[in-house]
């Protein structure tokens, strides 16, 4: 193996958002913490790599069968936000919105639209067939895959009889939601428009 703290830097320089600059910040500043902090990060790593899965009813990323807001009782089962990517719930979460998700997975493109095998569309029908939904919010991304992918889905889900809501913007359009604060993201949520009658 090359010189350690070049590994770091190369291995840290692969994480979205990190350029090499970063990287070199990021191997200096691990280089100086303590054994006990550096040694509890690299462990957090292997743990996630070992332990964490997707939920067998939402996608979200848990270590159980169930992530813990599948197996909130008190949680609204009948709603459910679609969101991109697990990372989005968080976001949500801190809106207070009490319902539940189900995670896409990723976008689809409007050139190569027809990949729709890789969104877990089918997972989502699957889910609206087998309980009571009384309505889906589409909570993609406001930019131009998030809203292809909205319209599919809305096509898709239009022979259902459910309330489908895409949320409003508040969010500036063409931004990834990684970026929303969590009011405009409440507001998104509050003001969030019925696509079907
Ligand atoms: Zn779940």
């Not at 350690?4 to 190369?10: F, H, R």
């Amino acid at each position: 193996m090359s010189n350690p703290l070049e590994n770091l830097i190369e291995n840290l320089s692969k994480l979205p958002g990190i350029g090499r600059r970063t990287a070199q910040r990021l191997a200096f500043f691990i280089m100086n913490m303590s054994d006990k902090d550096a040694l509890s990060l690299a462990h957090s790593i292997i743990n996630l790599k070992k332990k964490a899965k997707y939920c067998s009813t939402c996608f979200n990323i848990t270590d159980q069968e169930k992530c813990n807001i599948c197996s909130d009782p008190e949680r609204d089962s009948s709603i459910i936000c679609v969101v991109e990517e697990p990372s989005n719930i968080v976001l949500f979460e801190k809106t207070g919105y009490r319902g539940v998700y189900h995670v896409l997975g990723k976008t689809l493109c409007p050139v190569n639209g027809l990949d729709s095998e890789k969104i877990r569309l089918k997972e989502l029908e699957e889910r609206i067939k087998s309980s009571k939904v009384n309505e889906i919010i589409i909570a993609t991304s406001p930019n131009t895959k998030g809203e292809f992918t909205a319209q599919w889905i809305i096509d898709i889900l239009k022979k259902y009889n459910l309330k489908i809501s895409r949320i409003a913007y508040g969010v500036p359009i063409g931004i990834d939601l990684e970026f929303a604060d969590e009011i405009t993201l409440l507001k998104a949520l509050e003001g969030r428009k019925i696509i079907n009658v």
